[in-house]
């Protein structure tokens, strides 16, 4: 951030001086003793929010909730989720692609709320896009520290656990607790066509929940951001018995400090909006919409293509 200039006069420069006007009422914070408000860096451009389909919802909720003065830009891929089960260089160059798109619609910054597509693209879209780039990864760390019988369970997508950089979590991790990773085959497409209750959902949560439980698991990772909205299915068969760690808060928090490192904040009196925005289907967006987050939104259908061919 550049100085301020002060109001001397060694530039050099002949100043002729103003008649004198009435003096106004003195500003508060001059009256309170206090210096002059810095001025706060103003960049209404938007922060673009992306997920493979649905499950970034949980993420920008809570963007949202931190950062109301902030512009975001909601893309769901959903033309090709879930990618938690695709080839892992189809999801690196889609993705890349996705947040390509994003840039050319102003985005100033970028939040990958999809563990999948951070696992296999977060390292790609540093290095070529020109904007901060927030990724998501399962809570492992806070989940260890939590855990008092010292076993985890991990609930996350195929692909994220068989990522390197799920990977290198993990191993950053030996021994300080035991962690049962589980793939949650079907969850995210149930979470997708609205189904977060109901009989084909309790099914399999149980049968991937239940060897956690009785391996005396404590505490579970949602390690995938479709899987907040499960919450209530989880609850209704583990009770309290699991404690629950979804990373969303933290990666609003990161966000923010991330606005601020580059000057990128828009000002704290601004008036947020929200774009949403889908690859396949603006109407069904605007309807998990209204059901996951009790919101009522415009939503729009783009095209992004052709997709990568893998």
């Not at 993705?95 to 977060?122: D, F, P, R, S, Y």
């Not at 299915?233 to 991330?258: C, E, F, H, M």
Request: net charge neutral; glycine share 10%; proline share 8%.
């Amino acid at each position: 951030m550049g100085e301020r200039a002060g109001p001397g006069r060694g530039d050099g420069l002949d100043f002729v001086e103003a008649p004198a006007l009435s003096p106004g009422p003195s500003p508060a914070w001059r009256e309170r003793g206090e210096n002059p408000p810095t001025p706060h860096p103003v960049n209404p451009a938007p922060i673009g929010v992306f997920d493979s389909g649905l499950g970034g919802l949980s993420v920008l909720r809570e963007i949202r909730a931190l950062l109301p003065h902030e512009p975001l830009l909601y893309l769901a891929d959903s033309k090709y989720a879930p990618y938690g089960e695709k080839p892992e260089r189809f999801v690196e160059a889609r993705t890349l692609q996705a947040c390509e798109w994003m840039i050319g619609q102003g985005c100033k910054a970028l939040v990958i709320a999809c563990n999948t597509a951070t696992g296999h693209a977060v390292a790609l879209l540093r290095e070529r896009l020109p904007v901060p780039i927030i990724g998501v990864e399962p809570g492992l760390k806070p989940a260890a520290a939590a855990s008092r019988s010292k076993v985890v369970g991990v609930l996350a997508t195929a692909n994220t656990l068989k990522s390197a950089k799920f990977a290198r979590l993990l191993a950053s991790l030996e021994g300080e607790s035991r962690f049962l990773c589980q793939a949650g085959l079907g969850l995210v497409t149930l979470v997708e066509q609205g189904q977060t209750v109901g009989p084909a959902v309790r099914e399999r949560l149980e049968a991937y929940l239940t060897p956690m439980l009785e391996a005396g698991a404590d505490t579970l990772v949602l390690g995938c951001t479709h899987y907040p909205f499960l919450e209530g299915a989880i609850r209704a068969i583990a009770g309290n018995r699991l404690a629950l760690v979804d990373t969303g808060s933290a990666v609003a928090r990161r966000l923010a400090r991330k606005l601020d490192e580059h000057a990128l904040a828009a000002p704290p009196d601004a008036a947020g909006h929200d774009r949403f925005v889908s690859t396949k289907d603006a109407a069904h967006l605007r309807a998990m919409v209204a059901a996951l987050l009790q919101r009522q939104v415009d939503a729009e259908t783009v095209v992004i293509e052709p997709a990568p061919a893998f």
